[in-house]
């Protein structure tokens, strides 16, 4: 299909041509002695992202799921209890992961649309006088279902129980998107994948551990090889890894986190909650719902978008791709065919969001949903337009050959138009 693909799932995102460009260079000697100053230089970046000084970062050549499995093996053992609210297909997929590895989880079924409840998980906390419970593993933002979740008042929560269990938080499609703050929040094991937030191919699973969950680790029974923390502690120390890495990946790490300290993460996540409060306006004009109940759980990275009963959710993603080559994610596991999921996190601007939200309505009217054209579009081009920051000044040396021509005439003569 001519024309470039329309790429708005919540992850894979979209890779910038310039992380494209660092990532494209030739294989090197991953045990070489200029190695470490490209491992180095990651370690200690990513705890910026993480909002952390005292948390390390850990790099495994993985996946989000890999990062999961990293965290609980090295800081938990077989038949340890752990807390895990479930309202979406990851948290789901998390507490099925804990459970094979043997790990008994106390789970707290949550209506999918809503996050975790803050209240109940004090409550729990506080009945568990003798703290069998060793974690509480929360989902940052659900991706199956477009909800943020509050780990402050989670956090909260624990201090006013007294809980010592380590707080295990899945910030897979939130970490670099929305606000993430480690050390405020106490968080223990915070984890993420490479392909969303971080502007990357999947390929890395990343995990931050506090001190408190590093000390874990001593009396820690779960199995652990690929994914040890020791292993990789004492190779990072020295800024190599235990393993072969992919060095195209860190490259491109490398890059993605230099994008990522020129834009400032605050004016990131400012932009990402305008982005998706535009999106936000374009359902309602749509007359259409999110998944998420409520404000409070809102995403800023991906809108979960209900469709209406008698359409098939499937449908529009269909013929969204096969006819305008955009990309919308579906419905997961109980959610599929009632709701298409649009990602608005990574590298994106208005006019892109625009396109998707374009394709989408079109795709939306040609399954039958009765959309008024453009309606979505307008109302996200307002808001966009209403929320737009001053026009950034121009060069001062702004000397393109157009603004030397005298008004209405040709060049006076080539010379004056030198570049
Ligand atoms: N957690 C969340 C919130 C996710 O969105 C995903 C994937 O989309 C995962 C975990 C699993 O990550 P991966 O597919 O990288 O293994």
Redesign the pocket.
């Known amino acids: 299909m001519p024309g470039r693909n329309f790429l708005f799932v919540?992850?894979p995102t979209n890779v910038p041509e310039r992380i494209l460009r660092a990532m494209d260079r030739a294989m090197e000697d991953h045990r070489s002695s200029a190695f470490p100053e490209l491992a180095s230089g990651l370690f200690h970046d990513l705890r910026k992202v993480f909002a952390t000084t005292t948390g390390q970062a850990f790099i495994f050549p993985a996946?989000?799921?890999?990062g999961?499995e990293a965290a609980l093996v090295n800081t938990l053992s077989p038949g340890d209890r752990v807390l895990a609210p479930r309202y979406g297909q990851?948290s789901h997929l998390w507490i099925d992961l804990a459970q094979r590895h043997g790990l008994r989880v106390d789970i707290i079924d949550v209506e999918w649309g809503e996050g975790a409840p803050a209240d109940r998980i004090g409550e729990i906390l506080s009945q568990d006088k003798q703290h069998e419970i060793k974690g509480l593993l929360v989902?940052h933002?659900?991706?199956a279902t477009g909800v943020t979740s509050d780990v402050g008042a989670v956090r909260r929560a624990m201090d006013a129980a007294q809980h010592p269990a380590l707080l295990y938080v899945?910030g897979?499609?939130s970490i670099g998107s929305i606000e993430f703050r480690m050390d405020e929040w106490k968080v223990d094991l915070a984890i993420t994948?490479s392909?969303k937030g971080l502007m990357l191919p999947?390929g890395l699973g990343i995990v931050c551990a506090s001190p408190k969950a590093l000390a874990a680790r001593e009396h820690a029974k779960c199995p652990r090889v690929f994914f040890d923390f020791g292993d990789m502690i004492r190779a990072n120390a020295m800024g190599y890894f235990p393993y072969t890495p992919s060095i195209p990946m860190l490259y491109g790490l490398r890059e993605s986190l230099a994008m990522i300290a020129e834009q400032g993460l605050d004016t990131i996540y400012a932009r990402h909650r305008r982005l998706a409060e535009g999106v936000r306006a374009a359902v309602r004009a749509w007359g259409l719902k999110l998944c998420a109940k409520a404000p409070k759980w809102y995403s800023d990275t991906v809108s979960a978008i209900l469709v209406p009963e008698g359409v098939n959710a499937a449908d529009v993603i269909d013929v969204a791709f096969r006819r305008y080559n955009l990309a919308l994610g579906a419905g997961l596991a109980r959610m599929s065919g009632k709701l298409f999921r649009i990602g608005h996190l990574g590298d994106l601007n208005e006019l892109m969001l625009l396109g998707a939200i374009a394709g989408a309505e079109m795709a939306l009217r040609d399954v039958g949903v009765q959309v008024t054209p453009g309606v979505g579009v307008a109302a996200a081009e307002e808001h966009y337009r209403s929320t737009a920051a001053p026009l950034p000044a121009r060069p001062a040396a702004s000397s393109s050959p157009d603004t030397q021509l005298p008004p209405g005439g040709k060049p006076a003569a080539r010379a004056t138009v030198r570049a």
């Open positions: 919540p992850g996946t989000g799921t890999g999961w990851f989902v933002n659900e991706t899945d897979v499609s994948g392909q999947a």
